[in-house]
């Protein structure tokens, strides 16, 4: 069976954007100068992402070239929409196409978000891991990474790692 990946940053407070969807204290934070903090290991376990209609829309107004064009990607809406980008809109219920989609052979999927696609997602079990990437900054207020859960959600196996500009990122096995 593929496995979904979570793989997302989020403030100390658990936000993974602002009201407005500002990203401006993930992206101006002091990283370090060649630090991806495994995103190369990542693309090389995935070829397939998934985003909920919100995330594909911040997504859009980037400038530049489309980051994922190698990736089949799969963007979850109920309207019907077009893009110039390589993506599917999926309009079919989210949980019943990532099941299917987890059967088929392939390698692991990468869950990109954001917060509303996490949760449906989350409480319907289908979740293997999660890395999530702190950033030490309060939001105070935001976009969560996850909403109301059915059920807390647990690990079988994790780790923490901290990296010297005050980042630390967890990774888990989500208990199923
Ligand atoms: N910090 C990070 O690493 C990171 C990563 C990813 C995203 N983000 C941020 O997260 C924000 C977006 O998050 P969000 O929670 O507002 O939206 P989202 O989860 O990206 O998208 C939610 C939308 O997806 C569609 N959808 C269709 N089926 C769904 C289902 N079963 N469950 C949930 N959604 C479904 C709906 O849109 P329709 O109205 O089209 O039907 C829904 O309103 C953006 O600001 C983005 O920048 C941050």
């Given at each position: 069976m593929r496995k979904i990946i979570l793989y997302i940053a989020t403030s100390l407070?658990?936000?993974?954007?602002?009201?407005?969807?500002?990203l401006d204290w993930l992206e101006k934070y002091p990283h370090i100068e060649g630090e991806d903090y495994g995103y190369a290991e990542l693309m090389q376990r995935i070829d397939t992402t998934l985003m909920g209609s919100g995330t594909f829309k911040i997504l859009e107004e980037f400038?530049?070239?489309?980051?994922?064009?190698?990736t089949k990607n799969y963007i979850f809406t109920s309207q019907n929409k077009q893009s110039k980008h390589p993506v599917v809109f999926v309009k079919e219920n989210a949980s019943e196409f990532v099941k299917r989609i987890k059967q088929t052979s392939g390698k692991a999927i990468w869950l990109i978000g954001g917060g509303k696609l996490n949760t449906t997602l989350a409480n319907a079990g289908l979740i293997d891991e999660i890395i999530l990437t702190q950033i030490p900054?309060?939001?105070?207020?935001?976009?969560?990474?996850?909403?109301?859960?059915?059920k807390p959600l647990t690990f079988n196996k994790q780790t923490w790692k901290s990296y010297k500009n005050g980042v630390a990122q967890f990774v888990g096995k989500v208990a199923l």
């Open positions: 407070d658990g936000y993974i954007a602002e009201k407005d969807g500002g400038k530049g070239p489309f980051p994922y064009p190698v900054v309060f939001l105070g207020e935001g976009i969560p990474v996850l909403g109301a859960l059915e």
